[in-house]
């Protein structure tokens, strides 16, 4: 069973300013952390129930184990329900491999909602897109929302954080900016395709879009057509899906 000062001691990184200096991160839930076993990662601390510690009577590469009861669970969650099991991991157990050799690089802009980045992870997952580089601006793809809402894509993908518009630059890969007054995708024309030598296909902001400055480096301006011809934009999770599946189908 876990102590009561050590149940303080984990209690603080309910707090995402403390989970940013420690360089960790949390998971919870029985989806999420099954996909932390499947992945063989190392992990901190373990918190469960003795319902789930029965069905998983060996956790490899795990610093710490504690049993503990529902409202243990509860002061450790951040989640409304707490469920069943609760880890903490470092943060380097996810760093980012160099993608030069991926067909299809998704670049992401200043991608702010963390249900949005979430969801735009668990999407190249599903379309086997593993490389994602991020602007310096987009939220941290270890905000706890972010974590949840990738359904376990986030230990699947290799995810980078820089000078967007600098490696744009130096790619030498075609890029695809998706933009409002861009080609329209569904044209017989101008067809979306992927290059043999590979692309890089940039979403930007849920409100602003594409900055400036990663616009200058963008080689093929293209938009999904807006057929209804009423709704101001897409949601940025979405047109990252629609265009995901062009590119890939």
């Not at 050590?6 to 403390?18: G, S, T």
């Not at 998704?106 to 735009?120: E, K, M, S």
């Not at 395709?193 to 293209?222: D, M």
Request: glycine share 8%; net charge negative; aromatic share 6%.
């Amino acid at each position: 069973m876990i102590s009561k000062n050590k149940l303080k001691e984990l209690a603080v990184y309910k707090q995402q300013k403390r989970c940013d200096e420690d360089s960790l991160f949390v998971v919870e839930g029985v989806k999420m952390c099954e996909e932390i076993l499947a992945a063989n990662v190392p992990i901190q601390v373990v918190c469960a129930t003795n319902s789930w510690l029965s069905q998983h009577p060996i956790i490899p590469q795990c610093a710490e184990l504690f049993e503990v009861d529902a409202d243990a669970l509860d002061r450790l969650s951040g989640l409304r329900t707490p469920n069943e099991v609760w880890m903490l991991l470092d943060r380097n157990v996810l760093n980012g491999s160099k993608a030069e050799g991926a067909p299809l690089v998704l670049a992401l802009d200043h991608v702010q909602d963390p249900g949005n980045l979430g969801t735009i992870i668990r999407t190249a997952d599903w379309f086997g897109v593993r490389h994602i580089v991020c602007s310096e601006g987009t939220v941290s793809c270890f905000n706890p929302k972010v974590v949840q809402s990738t359904m376990g894509g986030l230990f699947r993908t290799q995810i980078n954080y820089t000078d967007l518009p600098a490696y744009l630059a130096s790619c030498g890969r075609p890029v695809f900016g998706a933009l409002l007054d861009g080609d329209n995708i569904w044209s017989h024309t101008n067809p979306i395709h992927l290059p043999q030598e590979g692309a890089i296909l940039v979403i930007g902001n849920e409100s602003r879009g594409i900055t400036p400055q990663v616009q200058s480096c963008v080689t093929h301006r293209i938009a999904i057509p807006n057929l209804g011809g009423t709704a101001e934009s897409l949601n940025a999770s979405v047109a990252c899906a629609i265009l995901l599946a062009e590119f890939l189908r």
